[in-house]
């Protein structure tokens, strides 16, 4: 099966740093993706990693270990906007067609 | 104007009221989805095109069935609501041809209340 798993809620001061982790587990893996929502709002794209490493896009980065099926989520210098639930998404190939799986999100709370 | 719209915004049905939630895209993509979104659930694919011509269950399409009428649209329908369909269900787009990620483009959502 396929499974991805990652912290239900994350409470950080604003101007911290805060990791959100995300372990995976599935057939046919392309790449791991982080999407952002904001209560009330639509989930949005942030950053996509397919390859072993360290992305950075501004404040965020996002990290992949394949061998580990792990990745993780790092914001930097926080802020109030930045509260909202983050969800790791992998990109598979089960059954011969290509989807995304999405976890089942990281609440996260920045707090003044 | 938003890339991707959906019709209606709100709905409040009753049981065994059938019932069409609708998805439009201008952002020219191939693909596109119907998810649902429960609390603590994350996202969860109910049903996935990607041409006209190629629709695909996703993992809780019992309930469920779609069109894909054209590129631009895709309907979703529940043929005899029930309770537990109650959820914000979302559309996406996407587009491999021109995107190697696939990052999926989210309409605003419909929040759907079975009574």
């Known amino acids: 099966g396929q499974s991805l798993e990652q912290p239900s809620e994350v409470t950080a001061v604003e101007g911290a740093i805060v990791q959100i982790n995300c372990t995976y587990q599935t057939s046919g893996f392309y790449g791991l993706s982080w999407y952002q929502q904001h209560d009330g709002g639509a989930p949005t794209f942030l950053s996509y990693n397919a390859l072993d490493g360290l992305e950075e896009t501004g404040r965020f980065s996002s990290f992949l270990s394949r061998s580990d099926s792990y990745g993780y989520l790092l914001l930097q210098e926080l802020q109030m906007k930045d509260s909202a639930s983050y969800f790791c998404?992998?990109?598979?190939?089960?059954?011969?067609?290509?989807?995304?799986?999405f976890g089942s999100g990281t609440r996260l709370l920045v707090r003044p | 104007d938003a890339d991707v719209t959906q019709t209606p915004r709100n709905r409040i049905t009753k049981t065994g009221k059938r019932i069409m939630l609708e998805c439009s895209q201008t952002?020219?993509?191939?693909?596109m989805y119907w998810y649902r979104q429960d609390p603590g659930l994350g996202l969860r694919l109910i049903y996935y095109s990607f041409d006209v011509k190629d629709i695909n269950k996703g993992e809780i399409s019992d309930g469920y069935s779609v069109s894909r009428q054209a590129q631009a649209k895709f309907s979703l329908s529940l043929e005899s609501a029930i309770p537990n369909q109650t959820a914000l269900y979302f559309c996406?787009?996407?587009?491999?041809?021109?995107?190697?990620?696939?990052?999926?483009?989210f309409g605003p959502g419909t929040r759907l209340t079975v009574l």
């Open positions: 952002k020219g993509h191939d693909r």
């Open positions: 996406a787009t996407s587009d491999l041809r021109r995107d190697s990620t696939d990052t999926q483009y």
């Open positions: 998404a992998v990109r598979s190939s089960s059954d011969s067609s290509y989807k995304l799986i």
